[in-house]
């Protein structure tokens, strides 16, 4: 065996023996035989090239080259404690990171995020937005563990769970005529223009509105602009034109808009994709609260 191989227990050895002043009380303390304690050291010593202790009838204690050298091992224990803890809490899913893929509003997950974090707290998260097609592309490679997506196809789509609906709203200038009505039909907005954004739910709403209005012989007049909904929202408040947002209302709402619910099945399903073949720990974690509530959103629902 090279000389610089070592069996760590000889370490663990030798430092109980300086912290205890004898080998036969850090037999004790380590439960073991003190001709055990006592062999380690002087291999460990071998090993070294330098005596570690000095003996006698009293006791033992360390020579000056043991000094510095126990020092050094000390510093050499407490990085590999904290090595071995942190590979624990990583395989428990405690530390690490955890990529996400949304293709709808992040403050629709805010409650799963929420309770993810109160027990996963040392996990760093990081938020990929995307459309639908494009996070579970994300997902199958590998570039993000999780994606929370409007639209789940059959052809190589990777491992779903359908969590719940979410509902359609209009967000309109107060200036424009329906500003005041308490709910709106699709069909009264078939001359509207509508911003959507090009990345996360937007061309998803693009789809919905075209499948629905073809039904009267109606192509609706949309834009997509690569930008988020708070500047979608100012767009509207200046009358470049309406748009729809999903879930609950969005706290960037401009001052100068109004929203509508829309009536009817102008609903958007909201599933989690991810790879089981994944192996990241955090994964896992988010997956047990997904699930759970999701199995709360169906009890609702019934």
Not at 109 to 135: K, M, N, P, Q
Not at 166 to 181: N, Q, W
Not at 273 to 279: A, D, K, Q, Y
Request: hydrophobic content about 40%.
């Amino acid at each position: 065996m090279p000389k610089h191989l070592v069996d760590f227990r000889l370490f663990q050895y030798a430092l109980t023996s300086a912290e205890q002043g004898s080998f036969r009380q850090a037999a004790a303390t380590l439960n073991i035989q003190q001709s055990t304690v006592s062999r380690g050291v002087r291999n460990l010593e071998h090993r070294v090239g330098a005596a570690l202790f000095e003996r006698d009838h009293s006791g033992i204690r360390p020579t000056p080259a043991g000094d510095q050298f126990l020092k050094e091992a000390t510093l050499g224990f407490d990085h590999l404690k904290r090595a071995l803890e942190r590979a624990e809490a990583l395989q428990r899913g405690d530390h690490g990171e955890l990529t996400v893929g949304v293709s709808v509003p992040f403050a629709m997950l805010g409650t799963l995020f929420e309770r993810f974090r109160a027990g996963h707290g040392g996990v760093s998260v990081e938020i990929v937005e995307e459309t639908s097609d494009g996070c579970r592309s994300l997902v199958q490679q590998r570039q993000v563990d999780v994606a929370f997506v409007t639209k789940v196809t059959g052809n190589g789509t990777p491992q779903s769970l359908y969590l719940r609906d979410e509902r359609m709203t209009l967000v309109l200038p107060k200036s424009h005529p329906l500003a005041g009505a308490g709910r709106l039909k699709l069909e009264e907005l078939r001359r509207e223009r509508f911003v959507l954004g090009a990345s996360g739910v937007g061309p998803d709403l693009e789809q919905h509105l075209r499948k629905r209005m073809a039904k009267w012989g109606v192509q609706p007049r949309v834009q997509l602009h690569r930008a988020g909904l708070c500047n979608l929202i100012n767009m509207v408040a200046l009358g470049l034109g309406v748009t729809i947002v999903i879930g609950p209302p969005p706290r960037v709402a401009a001052n100068d808009v109004v929203l509508v619910p829309l009536a009817g099945r102008n609903i958007v399903p909201v599933s989690a994709v991810w790879m089981e073949s994944n192996p990241n720990p955090a994964l896992k974690g988010l997956l047990d609260i997904v699930r759970e509530h999701a199995s709360v959103s169906r009890v609702t629902q019934l």
